[in-house]
């Protein structure tokens, strides 16, 4: 019983060919390249969020360094269980 019919060629010559565009574009012409924008929406959240998050951080470090910070045990066994069957 043949799975593959004789003639499966034709894949391996488009990879063949996309390969050779690709070494034409590096060697002879300049390639395109992608782009990214970032919309000033987008940057106005991210500073939001990035203070945001600094804040938090912060709140965290000072409360661990006053030995002020506290682990709900519970919550934590919770969480590790399903790890540990």
């Known amino acids: 019983m043949k799975i593959n019919g004789p003639n499966r060629v034709g894949a391996v010559q488009s990879y063949k060919k996309v390969q ?3 070494q034409h574009n590096v060697n002879g012409k300049k390639s395109k390249k992608d782009e990214l924008v970032i ?5 106005e959240l991210l500073e ?3 203070k945001t998050a600094t ?3 912060e709140t965290l470090k000072k409360s ?9 045990t519970r919550a934590l066994v919770e969480k590790l269980l399903p ?3």
């Open 55 to 57: 804040d938090k951080i």
């Open 64 to 72: 661990v360094a006053d030995g002020t910070y506290h682990v709900e």
């Open 20 to 22: 050779d565009t690709h």
């Open 48 to 50: 939001t969020q990035g």
């Open 39 to 43: 919309s000033s929406e987008a940057k």
């Open 83 to 85: 790890f540990l069957k």
